[in-house]
């Protein structure tokens, strides 16, 4: 048994996604050198703008429950920076979704989605330290934002409200901050993130608070030797994520299927030119400790490019 | 005969002293720029300076962090001018130095 949304809501958030993608491809100038799963404390240069456009596949399963949950996530994120002072940058995320889940209930498959604008987030990083070498540079930049409830959030059915899983926005205002550490060579790259983001409550559905921790090794495996001129690069990419998260909550109680802690590695490749960089990266999950019956990642597929034009 | 030689010649030595003007009037300056270390970062430093106004090229050298400035004839860089456009980049200016020889001018 199939069941689609169609709603206006929906049709609606199809043209502000797309719309959202054309003002930032018009708009975007410039971006940077960065880990593919979280951010940089490199600058974003004085007036320019940073634009990021990333596809991601978060495909989930292996459902220990009855229910064989299989649920995937598609998100063309957009990302676009700008450099208000050379310390302080201004970064707005619009990502644009379609998730669905498929579960067997009563001895039959049901396969549940919607699709949209999804929840955009804006926040400023400030660098408080640099410290500036030839051929490299350290730098150390706290960061603070908030997610807005842009997404359609009361998406349903033939059968229903949507589960929380699938909607496009989760209808709650969640703040998050961190900080992020980057030692870039003209050899090497690594970036470390700690972050928290502290979720709320909406439809009476509250995900639970998020804290992780971030590595992100970049080493340059082409050229070996560096030449006259600025030569592209070649970057074989390592990536370590651990994220905790807590218990959802529905109608004020905890889920005791949900949370957890989960560890992942992403392998993969960066070229990066004077003008454009193409990126890709496969995360696998390594370790997954979660509540209950929670469901678990299978892989997240990333791969995008960024453009200075 | 003669008269075109010295024709031909008048219109030589104005072209060539016209260009030897140019050449010298041409400033290039050589800026070391620190914290710079891949190869985007590097666009933003050369869109800065191309938005300045007098700049007639740009040259980067990643390798050595050289950034190399040619100024249009007439046009001047100053070290305080340069380290402000290498900080709006989000760099930090390690040396700057004017390129004696034939496209390079002494002083700044």
């Known amino acids: 048994m199939l069941f689609s949304v169609k709603t206006p809501w929906r049709r609606a958030g199809h043209a ?14 410039q971006a940077q050198a960065a880990p593919q799963t979280f951010n940089t404390a490199l600058p974003v240069a004085q007036g320019e703008f940073v634009f990021r456009e990333q596809i991601v596949l978060d495909q989930s399963g292996d459902d220990p429950s009855v229910a064989d949950r299989d649920r995937t996530a598609w998100a063309l994120v957009s990302v676009l920076g700008y450099g208000a002072t050379p310390e302080l940058a201004l970064f707005g995320v619009v990502p644009y979704v379609d998730r669905t889940l498929e579960v067997t209930d009563g001895g039959m498959r049901q396969r549940r989605g919607a699709r949209g604008l999804g929840d955009i987030s804006l926040f400023g990083r400030y660098t408080v330290f640099r410290r500036d070498r030839p051929g490299r540079t350290l730098r150390i930049a706290p960061f603070v934002g908030l997610k807005l409830p842009t997404g359609e959030d009361d998406e349903s059915d033939g059968l229903g409200r949507l589960p929380q899983s699938v909607q496009p926005g989760s209808g709650s205002w969640d703040a998050f901050g961190g900080v992020v550490v980057t030692y870039q060579t003209l050899a090497f790259q690594i970036d470390a993130q700690a972050s928290y983001k502290a979720n709320t409550e909406a ?6 608070d998020v804290a992780r921790l971030d590595g992100s090794l970049q080493y340059r495996v082409w050229p070996r030797e560096l030449g006259a001129g600025v030569p592209g690069f070649l970057y074989g990419v390592l990536e370590l994520n651990l994220i905790h998260q807590d218990k959802n909550r529905i109608g004020g109680s905890d889920d005791p299927n949900s949370g957890g802690l989960s560890l992942f590695i992403l392998p993969g490749l960066q070229y990066v030119t004077k003008r454009w960089i193409i990126e890709a990266g496969l995360q696998i999950p390594v370790l997954q400790d979660l509540n209950g019956t929670g469901l678990e990642k299978d892989y997240i597929l990333r791969a995008g490019f960024r453009l200075n034009f | 005969m003669r008269i ?12 060539g002293l016209a260009s030897a003007t140019a050449i010298a009037g041409a400033h290039q300056y050589r800026l070391r720029v620190d914290g710079l270390a891949c190869p985007f970062c590097a666009y933003g430093i050369e869109k800065k300076f191309n938005a300045t106004k007098g700049v007639k090229a740009i040259k980067i050298d990643i390798n050595t962090g050289t950034v190399t400035v040619t ?38």
């Open chain 1, 16 to 29: 502000l996604g797309l719309l959202a993608l054309i003002v930032m491809t018009a708009m975007g100038e």
């Open chain 2, 4 to 15: 075109r030689l010295l024709r031909a010649s008048i219109i030589a030595i104005t072209l």
């Open chain 1, 203 to 208: 439809n009476d559905f509250e995900f639970g």
């Open chain 2, 71 to 108: 100024m249009e004839a007439g046009g001047a860089l100053s070290e305080a001018q340069a380290r402000q456009i290498v900080k709006d980049s989000g760099f930090t200016l390690g040396s700057f130095q004017t390129v004696p020889g034939p496209a390079g001018k002494a002083g700044n």
